[in-house]
């Protein structure tokens, strides 16, 4: 069975202030990690992966992951948050087999304040 | 390019009623997706298709909750009848390729209240 657990329900930052939102998940073998960030009354966009080789993955809007795998955890991260980064996360994993089953945490809710 | 078109946006009913999602995925997209989200929770995948055949579909509850995925292309999730429990937002999406190294792309939902 796999598992995802984001620890915190709500993370508040300021603006230009780093963020770190954190995923910790529970696979046999190496797994594939994603994050997606969804918009209130939206589906979920995409923003990064991890496969394999670096550790650190860069995605989309400056959002970055570094993949720990001794502490089985992907957190993500920003050198500097922007108001517009509000919104809610979800770290997800898959099996690296064809057709994976993927597996949702329950999302952490991201606040920048001015 | 389109992305994953989902309809209606909205939809109120009365439980013991059924209802009807349908969802057309990206263009030349292999695997397409349905998942329940619960508020305050994460996406639960309900079934997963390849094609026109069903790769996953160990958490839909098959006494009332049915999906085809005809041609290989549009699909449709039905609820027959209808739970309280069943109120949450449905989710459908698609991913190139059958790798599960491939990112999901999200339509935007179906919101289903059950009166």
């Known amino acids: 069975a796999q598992s995802v657990a984001q620890p915190e329900d709500q993370v508040n930052v300021a603006e230009g202030n780093p963020l770190t939102v954190k995923c910790t998940y529970s696979?046999?073998?190496?797994?594939?990690l994603f994050w997606y960030v969804q918009y209130p009354n939206r589906g979920l966009q995409f923003l990064l992966k991890?496969?394999?080789?670096?550790?650190l993955v860069k995605g989309s809007y400056g959002f970055e992951a570094e993949f720990n795998k001794s502490q089985t955890s992907f957190h993500l991260k920003k050198p500097s948050a922007l108001v517009s980064d509000s919104a809610l996360y979800f770290c997800?994993?898959?099996?690296?087999?064809?057709?994976?089953?993927?597996?949702f945490g329950d999302g952490t809710t991201l606040t920048v304040k001015p | 390019e389109a992305g994953v078109a989902q309809s209606p946006r909205y939809k109120i009913i009365e439980k013991r009623q059924s209802v009807a999602f349908w969802c057309n995925p990206i263009?030349?997209?292999?695997?397409l997706y349905w998942y329940q989200q619960i508020l305050g929770q994460g996406p639960k995948l309900l079934i997963q298709?390849?094609?026109?055949?069903?790769?996953?579909d160990s958490q839909l509850p098959k006494d009332r909750f049915s999906a085809e995925r005809l041609k290989g292309v549009d699909s449709t999730l039905k609820i027959q009848p209808a739970k309280l429990e069943d109120s949450a937002v449905y989710l459908c999406?698609?991913?190139?390729?059958?790798?599960?190294?491939?990112?999901?792309?999200f339509g935007d939902g179906t919101r289903l209240s059950i009166l």
């Open positions: 999406a698609s991913s190139l390729g059958t790798g599960s190294h491939q990112p999901q792309h």
């Open positions: 696979v046999s073998g190496n797994p594939y």
């Open positions: 991890y496969i394999t080789g670096d550790n």
């Open positions: 997800a994993v898959r099996f690296n087999t064809n057709a994976g089953k993927s597996t």
């Open positions: 263009s030349g997209h292999a695997t």
């Open positions: 298709f390849q094609n026109n055949g069903v790769v996953d």
